[in-house]
């Protein structure tokens, strides 16, 4: 028997079924180990040597796989084809060895990039050693990534309180949000016009064009800059005589996109689907490691994490055989087309993201996986058929419109589609930073003309414009960027983004990041003190090394002894520095951002408080805030929370206190928006206190009537909420209508884990592109359709004799349990498979549980016994008092700088 080590349980069911009865495949699940988060964990000193450290659940999954060894004759590691996957079994063949368990057994390491039983019988036709270069380049990636955290995050402790470092890779992707977020702030808006004219041919077809010279001067966007001489220029257009001057007719190409790679796939995934980056992994994850369909369990694409746009002969095969059945020998080229990657340090190259079968189509498994699977899956099909397909044919015209007697010149563009070639089946969304500002004439057809003929001016329309600042960056430009840049690797984009936003040191606002003041912060002080270790050049050519290491071009311990002396002495740099200096400098570089000039010229540093002293950045033990100069006389303090705009004024500051939105028509209370310790929520009212004197009490005790709140659902930020928003947030749950199947009244709300749908005591948690305010009947019953419980409703097994509440037989995460009120307890394996199960048993397993908890099991409430005078009990003596003890002194609690 031979054991087979994969990362994942699904995995490892998947491919154990191809494999048969003579192989047993366990999942190490992911890394058994890792650097313990200590200083130390890495030594400089000694070669860099690492200790690793395996945690309970690395121990339990290391030992089952031993215990399967010991039982075994050879060990086959076949964990994922990239440098992780070849740590993961470098790690495990490294611990294994260490508890003597592999003696002389053979390893053999296998690869595949897919999951179908093809691929999986022809890897272990083939095996091979372990890489011991991917191994390096990992050791030295994660010793560099330990290092610099451990170094730098003491160093922004003590100089900048309640910071903390990034990340290697993931500071620099932060300056770059810092960067177009100072690009936005110091923008000035300009202004311009465009003159348009409508005209009519001879035949009278209607068409438009646009003035692209006058008295004689080429015209670019911002040669109009005002209106008088928009006007001007309008007027003497009005006066002119209008005939067709040229007439260009141009046939192009358009060529389909390459296969997918990791970061293309999750800029797609982003702009079409609006997934961020994590998720568009998990999904991919899902339908890499295998997909049931209908009783086999098959993966239903390639590897996902790849920078390769190749394909495989076969694949490219079974492609052009879809294309030509289902589209037409049109759409197949003469000869299969053939891809390379443009990336910056391609490595690892793998084949592109494809199905692994390409006739299996999208409606064909469709109702087999959840709507995200079948979405994610329905774009790699297109993006893998349609690169393979014949190219698009556009005609292209450009017509000259000619005014001799203003020496004008306005143009007519237009172009359409003749062949659509791979555009029948997809079309690449461009991110709007890469179309801000363009004319795109679509398919924009213009009418018959000729050189020579007369035109019929109809209007002539001058147009005002503004320009507009460079968009901030989103989830699929902001990968785009750093994959053009050469920082970090493709596989790791999404857990870059995740970093940054769980340290709040950015936040995604209508699908772009926007860095928070603790970001700039952290990124001021790396750029001023640390600047190096910032720059994009740097850190692509840190990549361009670790790369050089995986093809055994370089020494590892090499790179790290280069990186670590100058990093040391970066850091020793600052140990002299004082945390006034370092607060200076960060109040310059951030003024203009914390301190944006005022439309009345007013001093924006004066304090509003005192009027005398002036504004800056201040520190506390909980980090940065703004205060006044003239403390501690003066004690204003504000949060770092004001925002430019792009137009030198500040936005509103974050929500501290309520903000009133207006008052409930039905009740007249107060709307507000207001900030707790557990975020965001909107109230009605302010609460009212009422005596609640019942009884003839004397002292009649003062009760607070909690006012209604609700939370705010995640991606709406209190500073947007509008008096309708919260009006309609208050009302939750609210009726969508009734169930078509069964005619239960279906709801929409916000509970504790967020927004969800329910019918009945089944409950579903919206997706993240569900709007609980907008959900409709139709997706609500979608996504009911999908819970668990709706597969396997709750069985009532009757009343519970004690107090008559139902007891129910229900289906969860963990197998069946038995439930009575709030009491749950699952079921033991013996009546799991005994089949139906009573009453009856069902309250000895609930009893037992409540024993086990130590929890009164629920009873029969007792006849009130009639009440006897209590005997009066002889007076005791009264002893002593006690000496008192002295009360412990108690540690001074800390509280936070404002």
Known sequence: MDVVVVESPAKAKTINKYLGPGYTVVASYGHIRDLPPKDGSVDPESGFAMQWEIDPNGEKHIRAIADALRKADRLILATDPDREGEAISWHVQDELARRNVLKDKPIQRVVFNEITKRAILEAMANPRDIDQELVRAYLARRALDYL?????????????????????????????????????????????????????????????????????QKLDKMSVSGEAMAKAMELALRRAK??????????????????????????????????????????????????????????????MRTDGVQMAAEAVASAREVIARDFGQAYLPGAPRVYKTK?????????????????????????????????????????????????????????????????????????????????????????????????????????????????????????????QPPPRYSEASLVKKMEELGIGRPSTYASIISVLQDRDYVRLDARRFIPEDRGRVVTAFLENYFSRYVQYTFTADLEQQLDEISDGKLAWQRVLTEFWKDFTGAVDATKELRVSQVLDQLDADLGPHFF?????????????????????????????????????????????????????????????????????????????????????????????????????????????????????????????????????LLALPRDLGADPENGEMVQAGLGRFGPYVKRGSIYKSLAATDDVLEIALPRACELLAQSPAAKNPPKELGPHPADGQPVSLRQGRFGPYVQHKTLRATLPKADREAGDLSLARAVEILAAKAAKDGTAAPAKKPAKAEKKPAAKKPAAKKKPAAKKKPAAKTKKKETAAP
């Open 343 to 467: 990336a910056k340090n391609a490595q690892e190259a793998h084949e592109a993201i494809r199905p692994t079968d390409l006739t299996r189509t999208p409606a064909s498994v469709e109702h087999l996986l959840s709507r995200d699977q079948a979405r994610l899956y329905e774009l790699v099909w297109k993006r893998t058929i349609a690169s393979q397909m014949e190219s698009a044919v556009l005609d292209q015209v450009a017509v000259d419109v000619d005014a001799p007697e203003a020496k004008a010149t306005l143009r007519a563009t237009g172009s359409i589609v003749a062949f659509d070639g791979f555009l029948k089946v997809y079309r690449e969304d461009a991110d709007d930073s890469e179309t801000l500002n363009k004319t795109d004439d679509g398919d924009r057809r213009l009418p018959p003309m000729r050189e020579g003929d007369v035109l019929a001016l109809k209007e002539i329309t001058p147009e005002q414009h503004f320009t």
């Open 148 to 216: 610099v955290g451990f170094t730098l995050s003491p160093v922004l402790w003590r100089k900048l309180p309640g910071s903390r470092s990034a990340g290697r890779v993931q500071s620099v992707a932060l300056r770059l949000i810092c960067e177009r977020e100072k690009e936005v702030e110091d923008f000035r808006s300009e202004e311009y016009w465009s003159i348009d004219g409508a005209f009519l041919t001879p035949a009278g077809a209607p068409f438009s064009a646009r003035l692209t010279r006058f008295d004689g």
């Open 596 to 728: 944006p000039e005022k439309a009345d010229g007013a001093d924006p540093r004066a304090c509003p408080q005192c009027g005398t002293g002036r504004l800056g950045l201040r520190l506390g033990k909980h980090g940065a805030f703004i205060g006044c100069s003239g403390y501690p006389e003066c004690r204003y303090t504000r949060p770092l929370s004001l925002n430019g705009n792009g137009n030198g004024e500040a936005e509103a500051p974050v929500i501290e206190g309520p903000r009133v939105l207006g008052p409930d028509p039905e009740s007249g209370q107060t709307v507000s928006v207001r900030k707790g310790p557990y975020g965001a929520y909107v109230q009605l009212g302010e609460g009212q206190a009422a005596e609640a004197a019942k009884g003839g009490k004397k002292k009649a005790k003062a009760k607070v009537e909690k006012p209604k709140r609700v939370s705010l659902p995640r991606g709406l930020e209190p500073s947007d909420v509008t008096l309708a928003q919260a009006l309609a």
């Open 242 to 303: 209008f005939s067709v001057g040229t007439v260009e007719r141009k046939t192009a190409k358009r060529h389909p996109y390459a296969p997918f790679t990791t970061s293309t796939l999750q800029q797609e995934a982003a702009r079409k689907l609006h997934f961020p980056a994590k998720k568009t992994m998990d999904v991919a994850q899902r339908l890499y490691e295998g997909i049931d369909l209908g009783g086999e369990t098959v993966g239903l694409i390639t590897y």
